[in-house]
C-alpha cells in the first residue's frame, strides 16, 4: 500500500490505481429512495450500486407504486422493499428501524425524490399558494434533511448522502418555477449537512443531472422544450442517460472521492457551463 509521507495514516485503498469502482463497493450497504419505474434517475443509481457490488435497500411509494417497483427490486436482488411516503409521521423512521434490524448500519443514503403541486409548478412562483411551497419544501427538502437525522447513526465512517438536485437551483430555468427556490434550498442544505456531519466523516453530496424524461419530469409545463435546449447547448449535443447518473454516484458514494464533500456534481454533459 502506498504511504502518503505527509500523513500519519496509510491512504485507503481507493487510492490504488489498479482498483476499480466495484472493489470501492463490495460490501457497501445503502438505501436508495425514489424509485417509480424503470426510467427513474433512482432506478439508474441502485442498478449501477447492485452492478458494482453493493446491497441495495429500496423503497416504494405507496401500493399503487409497489407493483412497478417490486420486479425492478427482483431484477437487482434488493435485500430490502420498504413502504416510505415521506409525507406519512413515522413512515420513515420505520424504514431506519427495519434497516438497522436487517444490517445493523449503513454505507450511504441516495435521495431522489421532488414533488409540487401541479398548480403552483405550473404557475409563477409570485401567485404560489402556502400551502403548495410547504408542500413542495417538506417533500423535495426536509425529506433530505430528515434522512440525515435517521440515517446518522447508522452510517458508518466514509458513509455519504446524496440527493438530486437541478441547474434550477442556481440559474432561472424557464417553468422549472417553484422547484427553481426548492432544490436551492436544498442545495443550501447539503452544505450544511457537509459541515455538521463532517467530524464523522460522512460526506454529503447534490447531483445535478440534466433533464431526463422521467415520470416527475412529465410534470413540469412544455419539458419538450427542456430537453431540446439541453441537446442544443450542452457541447456534446446530447442527454446523459440515468447509467451516466448512476456511475457518478457510484464514484461518490465509493470512497473515491474521500476529498469532497458539500458539492454540486453536475452529470449534464457539459449544459451547466453554456451561457
Not at 445503502?30 to 443509481?45: K, M, P, R, W
Not at 434497516?99 to 412562483?125: E, M, N, T
Not at 416527475?216 to 409545463?221: D, H, M, V
Amino acid at each position: 500500500m502506498f504511504i502518503d509521507p505527509h500523513s500519519r495514516d496509510p491512504l485507503p485503498k481507493v487510492w490504488d490505481e489498479n482498483t476499480r469502482i466495484g472493489d470501492m463497493l463490495q460490501g457497501k450497504r445503502g438505501l436508495v429512495v425514489g424509485v417509480a419505474n424503470a426510467d427513474s434517475i433512482a432506478f439508474g443509481c441502485a442498478a449501477k450500486l447492485r452492478a458494482f457490488g453493493a446491497e441495495i435497500a429500496l423503497t416504494y411509494h405507496n401500493e399503487k407504486t409497489k407493483k412497478y417497483v417490486e420486479p425492478l427490486a427482483e431484477q437487482i436482488e434488493a435485500a430490502l422493499l420498504l413502504p416510505l411516503d415521506v409525507s406519512q409521521p413515522g413512515q420513515m423512521a420505520q424504514v431506519f428501524e427495519q434497516i438497522k434490524q436487517h444490517w445493523g448500519s449503513l454505507d450511504f443514503v441516495i435521495h431522489s425524490i421532488a414533488y409540487a403541486p401541479r398548480d403552483d409548478l405550473h404557475g409563477r412562483i409570485v401567485d404560489c399558494s402556502q400551502a403548495g411551497f410547504l408542500q413542495a419544501m417538506q417533500v423535495s427538502c426536509h425529506s433530505f434533511i430528515e434522512m440525515a437525522h435517521h440515517a446518522e447513526p447508522l452510517l458508518r465512517p466514509g458513509g455519504a448522502l446524496v440527493t438530486m438536485s437541478y441547474y434550477g437551483a442556481d440559474k432561472v430555468v424557464n417553468n422549472y418555477n417553484l422547484m427553481g427556490p426548492v432544490k436551492a434550498a436544498l442545495e443550501s442544505s447539503v452544505r450544511y449537512l457537509a459541515k455538521e456531519l463532517g467530524e464523522q466523516d460522512i460526506r454529503v453530496y447534490a447531483v445535478s443531472p440534466g433533464p431526463l424524461k422521467t415520470r416527475a419530469s412529465s410534470g413540469i409545463a412544455h419539458f419538450d422544450e427542456l430537453i431540446d435546449m439541453a441537446v442544443t447547448r450542452s457541447p456534446g449535443r446530447r442527454l446523459v442517460d440515468i447509467a451516466e447518473v448512476g456511475r457518478a454516484v457510484a464514484f461518490l458514494v465509493g470512497g473515491a472521492a474521500s476529498g469532497i464533500t458539500g458539492d454540486v456534481i453536475y452529470v449534464d454533459a457539459g449544459l451547466h457551463h453554456m451561457a
